[in-house]
């Protein structure tokens, strides 16, 4: 019994305070950490790959007119990381900074607004326009020579119209 | 025991052909007629000696027109899983309960009729289990035709139902907050003087429907990282067992560093659960230099899995077909260190307080679980292996890299509270030595398989020994996500039998006694902690509650 008591008092001391100077001095966080989704606005094209793969559903695209802006609602992130594994631009990693409490909500919202191309037939903003830019790059140089295809700037209502006419001349009244 | 010899078995059993049989991976799916399930379960059961994981209830409507309600057993030295499915006509939704047969199967038949609306006949204890008091009657959220997001109108509540205290008894409430673990649990201990006659529990007051969630709206890969935050503690457990579920109805190859890296991180997690587990039994029984000593070791690992994963909790690792991050070469002889300080440590801390006579008298012969207790409520875990019942999923139905590893799996007859410490002591070193030799021998290769793609219509079957026990997941794949995910936590079969535990003991004991079996209310109860939407919020004013309070009182729930 008192053998144990020794034991025991002696592990308290050889260890000695252990805790942390926190939130005085900033804990360091390890190397691959994953804290606060940074999204780097210049770099988004607003493909929305990451809308599609993130599990809690937190990023969103919106499509308003000429713009589509891609919210982020940091309150539900679970920090997985998915949407940076996915992003083909890297305009995602996750950062260092954990320390998230606030008491305003809006805090914890980020948007990142893109113009939108308008299609060369009908006018219509139908994609972002870095998007379509970034789309062209990938395109030219291949199969489809040194300019991006034309209907790249169509939009998908007009391409179809446009392929129905070809094929048998039908003239594709409702765009579904 | 071969599935060949079970199939004869069971027909010879049966006295005339099986209807319809096929096999998925190790497990045997037979479809069976209602009228005849009372009997082959309770001869699996009793006779041939297996053990009932869980039940699974889903809605085949749109497809068979039918209801279907499986019941899972485990045959675990024969590494074989026995699927007896029942077909169930939604005009008469009744099920001959097997409750009375086995009775493990209690939680899971009600939760059955809770969520799917399948009805146990001459269920011993019919009470609602899984759904809130103030949810309609007669409306159940796992069927198809329910739309995920609907928000019933909030029915009358009538007050959880609850069981009758013995005559001359006196109620003692643990709960709804259960003190120590900080989560909702709510026990209510029938008492005469000090000893504990008879107890009853109210639960699942973070059921936030998870799997209805998955059969709806999220897709494969999404519902790993929602398996993973259904605990804090052995997330990686849960999705872990989800992915090999799904690895198992899609029959996808995972690559064998993928396996080894789980297996690693299982352990890992093993570890820092057991040295939290032991702390907080310490604070439980007011003893805080065992809380405060053993997390002081286990946050080494915590800052270890930082480095691996780049999260001390949630890894994030899985995906179906393997994981998303590698251990890198510079990283293992950081947790070789890191095993080395947690081994040596761990080993001065268990000599110190094997010998702590105080300690002793807290744990030694308090909440005694029988080992035929144990068997009949399908206990597991070091809950099990601390009754006698000597099984380990690692061992019984290998996974991961556990095949090529050499391990003992602890086991003591005693089956008190002292005995389920031992367990988790031992096992410490157990897993540090896991790590070692899956450290030592990590195949090369890649990490993630090449073809993830999922087939709709088949049925995968998973078990992973987590910290506290067996976890178990199911899925019958559908068209881009599960057409059912069916999660059974491990302390789900741990707390049916808590109140076996509660006989005779004294209410002092109670704490320590639900503290033993290492218990994870949220995991068993699948809640979310991401989605914070709540249908509405009251705030009660100081007096409202004094009122409520007082009324409650006098409502006799306590003599005083």
């Known amino acids: 019994m008192f053998i144990s008591k020794w034991k025991e008092a002696l592990i308290c001391l050889k260890a000695g305070r252990v805790t942390l100077p926190y939130p005085f001095v900033p804990r360091p966080t390890a190397e691959g950490f994953r804290g606060q989704p940074e999204v780097d606005g210049?770099?988004?094209i607003g493909c929305g790959?990451?809308?599609?793969?993130?599990?809690?559903?937190?990023?969103?695209?919106?499509?308003?007119?000429?713009?589509?802006?891609?919210?982020?609602?940091?309150?539900r992130c679970t920090y997985c990381a998915r949407c940076a594994d996915v992003c083909p631009e890297k305009a995602i990693r996750l950062g260092n900074n954990y320390e998230l409490a606030t008491s305003q909500k809006e805090d914890l919202t980020m948007t990142v607004n893109l113009k939108m191309a308008n299609c060369s037939l009908c006018g219509k903003p139908f994609a972002p326009e870095r998007l379509l830019r970034k789309t062209g790059e990938k395109l030219t140089g291949g199969e489809f020579g040194q300019e991006a295809p034309e209907w790249l700037s169509w939009c998908p209502e007009c391409r179809k119209t446009k392929q129905a006419k070809a094929l048998g001349g039908v003239e594709a009244k409702d765009h579904v | 025991m071969t599935r060949e010899e079970l199939t004869r078995k069971l027909t010879e059993h049966l006295g005339k052909a099986l209807p319809a049989m096929s096999t998925a991976g190790n497990m045997l799916l037979v479809k069976i007629k209602a009228e005849d399930l009372p009997t082959l379960a309770g001869y699996v059961f009793n006779q041939l000696g297996a053990r009932l994981i869980t039940?699974?209830?889903?809605?085949?409507?749109?497809?068979?027109?039918?209801?279907?309600?499986?019941?899972?057993?485990?045959?675990?030295?024969?590494?074989?899983?026995?699927?007896?499915?029942?077909?169930?006509?939604?005009?008469?939704?009744?099920?001959?309960?097997?409750?009375?047969?086995?009775?493990?199967?209690?939680?899971?038949?009600?939760?059955?009729?809770d969520l799917i609306g399948v009805v146990p006949k001459n269920h011993?204890?019919?009470?609602?289990?899984?759904?809130?008091?103030?949810?309609?009657?007669?409306?159940?959220?796992?069927?198809?035709?329910?739309?995920?997001?609907?928000?019933?109108?909030?029915?009358?509540?009538?007050?959880?139902?609850?069981?009758?205290?013995?005559?001359?008894?006196?109620?003692?409430?643990?709960?709804?907050?259960?003190?120590?673990?900080?989560?909702?649990?709510?026990?209510?201990?029938?008492?005469?003087?000090?000893?504990?006659?008879?107890?009853?529990y109210r639960g699942?007051?973070?059921?936030?429907?998870?799997?209805?969630?998955?059969?709806?709206?999220?897709?494969?890969?999404?519902?790993?990282?929602?398996?993973?935050?259904?605990?804090?503690?052995?997330?990686?457990?849960?999705?872990?067992?989800?992915?090999?579920?799904?690895?198992?109805?899609?029959?996808?190859?995972?690559?064998?560093?993928?396996?080894?890296?789980?297996?690693?991180?299982?352990?890992?997690?093993?570890?820092?659960?057991?040295?939290?587990?032991?702390?907080?039994?310490?604070?439980?029984?007011?003893?805080?230099?065992?809380?405060?000593?053993?997390?002081?070791?286990?946050?080494?690992?915590?800052?270890?899995?930082?480095q691996i994963t780049g999260n001390r909790k949630t890894y994030g690792m899985n995906l179906v077909g393997g994981v998303r991050r590698d251990i890198p070469e510079k990283l293992q002889p950081k947790i070789k260190e890191v095993l080395a300080k947690v081994e040596s440590e761990s080993r001065q801390v268990v000599e110190a307080i094997a010998g702590d006579t105080t300690l002793l008298m807290r744990l030694q012969n308090v909440g005694y679980l029988s080992a035929a207790?144990?068997?009949?409520?399908?206990?597991?875990?070091?809950?099990?292996?601390?009754?006698?019942?000597?099984?380990?999923?690692?061992?019984?139905?290998?996974?991961?890299?556990?095949?090529?590893?050499?391990?003992?799996?602890?086991?003591?007859?005693?089956?008190?509270?002292?005995?389920?410490?031992?367990?988790?002591?031992?096992?410490?070193?157990?897993?540090?030595?896991?790590?070692r030799q899956a450290l030592g021998r990590l195949p090369g290769g890649p990490i993630m398989a090449?073809?993830?793609?999922?087939?709709?219509?088949?049925?995968?079957?998973?078990?992973?020994e987590a910290p506290?026990?067996?976890?178990?997941?199911?899925?019958?794949?559908?068209?881009?996500?599960?057409?059912?995910?069916?999660?059974?936590?491990?302390?789900?079969?741990?707390?049916?039998?808590?109140?076996?535990?509660?006989?005779?003991?004294?209410?002092?004991?109670?704490?320590i006694i639900i503290g033993s079996i290492d218990p994870c209310f949220s995991c068993t109860e699948r809640m979310e902690t991401v989605d914070v939407e709540s249908g509405k919020l009251r705030v009660y004013t100081r007096e409202e509650l004094l009122k409520a309070g007082r009324a409650g009182c006098k409502g006799g729930d306590s003599r005083a």
Not at chain 2, 486 to 495: E, F, G, K
């Open chain 1, 42 to 44: 210049r770099r988004c």
């Open chain 1, 49 to 75: 790959e990451c809308a599609t793969v993130c599990p809690p559903r937190l990023i969103t695209l919106v499509d308003d007119g000429d713009s589509r802006a891609l919210k982020v609602d940091y309150s």
């Open chain 2, 55 to 113: 039940t699974v209830g889903t809605d085949r409507t749109p497809l068979t027109g039918n209801y279907e309600v499986s019941y899972l057993f485990s045959f675990d030295r024969a590494d074989l899983f026995l699927s007896l499915k029942v077909e169930i006509d939604p005009a008469n939704p009744v099920i001959e309960s097997v409750t009375p047969v086995i009775p493990g199967a209690d939680w899971a038949e009600r939760e059955v009729r």
């Open chain 2, 124 to 200: 011993p204890d019919p009470r609602r289990l899984v759904l809130a008091d103030d949810w309609p009657e007669e409306l159940y959220p796992l069927r198809k035709d329910f739309p995920y997001d609907y928000k019933p109108p909030q029915a009358t509540v009538a007050g959880p139902r609850m069981k009758k205290a013995p005559e001359q008894a006196t109620v003692m409430t643990v709960g709804p907050f259960f003190p120590t673990l900080e989560e909702p649990a709510y026990f209510r201990l029938f008492v005469e003087g000090e000893r504990i006659v008879g107890s009853d």
């Open chain 2, 204 to 306: 699942f007051y973070s059921h936030r429907g998870i799997e209805k969630l998955a059969d709806t709206v999220l897709d494969y890969n999404k519902i790993t990282f929602l398996a993973e935050r259904i605990c804090g503690i052995c997330g990686f457990v849960h999705s872990c067992c989800y992915c090999q579920a799904v690895e198992a109805a899609a029959e996808i190859e995972v690559p064998a560093r993928a396996k080894y890296i789980r297996t690693i991180m299982l352990e890992l997690e093993r570890l820092h659960s057991h040295l939290l587990w032991l702390g907080l039994a310490g604070h439980i029984i007011g003893f805080d230099t065992v809380l405060m000593q053993s997390w002081r070791i286990r946050e080494q690992l915590m800052w270890l899995t930082e």
């Open chain 2, 373 to 435: 207790d144990a068997r009949s409520f399908c206990v597991v875990g070091p809950t099990a292996r601390a009754s006698g019942v000597d099984i380990d999923s690692r061992r019984d139905h290998p996974y991961a890299a556990y095949p090529d590893l050499q391990f003992t799996v602890p086991v003591y007859n005693e089956g008190d509270t002292w005995a389920r410490t031992l367990v988790r002591l031992d096992e410490l070193f157990v897993s540090i030595d896991l790590v």
């Open chain 2, 450 to 464: 090449e073809n993830t793609e999922v087939p709709p219509e088949r049925e995968g079957l998973a078990v992973v």
């Open chain 2, 468 to 511: 506290r026990g067996e976890c178990c997941h199911y899925v019958l794949t559908g068209t881009d996500r599960p057409e059912r995910w069916r999660v059974r936590a491990s302390t789900y079969p741990q707390l049916q039998a808590a109140p076996s535990m509660f006989a005779n003991q004294t209410v002092a004991d109670a704490p």
